[in-house]
């Protein structure tokens, strides 16, 4: 049976030699650590995410530091309960990926964010964004839900799938303490 276009990028990507991953790797090193590119690396994920090659869509490539998620141990006296070394930061890598690119471009919304490589030093990421005041994205049927004022910083307000997965949302059930929302469990769901 005939397979379609994206399947094969599919496959392309997850067969790239090595040599290619490793130049592209040093030249994401070198430039800047948020950066819009042209056109999505993976085209084929981009578009099963919603990215369109219209007007009013942008993608950026975002470096992440990788690591150092514990603070220094505590040396002054208090309760080894209160000194909380570990898991300062409990949100997934591509929802911190979307919430740098969101406040770099603030008149664009982040539609959705994929990863696109990492090495031992950095995670990188390309997330699509939209600008939601542009007459195309508010006549397309399928986007104009994001110029609604619901859909204003989804990403730092975690409405995003990296930030639904990561705060895990991605399955329903009422016996998880992360539902309705980690206050209402005071804090125990992660």
Do not use: C
């Amino acid at each position: 049976m005939a397979e379609g276009l994206y399947h094969y990028l599919n496959e392309a990507w997850k067969n790239l030699p090595a040599e290619t991953i490793k130049d592209r790797l040093i030249q994401w090193r070198r430039s800047k650590s948020i950066e819009e590119v042209e056109k999505p690396l993976r085209l084929d994920r981009a578009r099963a995410l919603g990215y369109k090659a219209k007007k009013g869509f942008f993608v950026v490539r975002v470096r992440l530091k990788r690591g150092g998620r514990k603070r220094r141990k505590i040396r002054h006296g208090r309760k080894s309960r209160r000194q909380h070394i570990r898991k300062i930061l409990t949100m997934n890598y591509q929802w911190v990926a979307e919430i740098r690119a969101a406040r770099k471009y603030r008149n664009l919304e982040v539609l959705n964010s994929y990863p696109i490589g990492k090495d031992g030093k950095y995670y990188f990421f390309e997330v699509i964004m939209v600008d939601p005041n542009m007459s195309e994205i508010k006549k397309d049927k399928d986007l104009s839900w994001i110029a609604n004022g619901k859909n204003f910083k989804r990403a730092e307000r975690g409405l995003t799938s990296a930030a639904k997965k990561s705060r895990g949302l991605s399955t329903k059930s009422h016996n998880m303490k992360v539902r309705p929302s980690l206050r209402s469990w005071n804090r125990r769901g992660k």
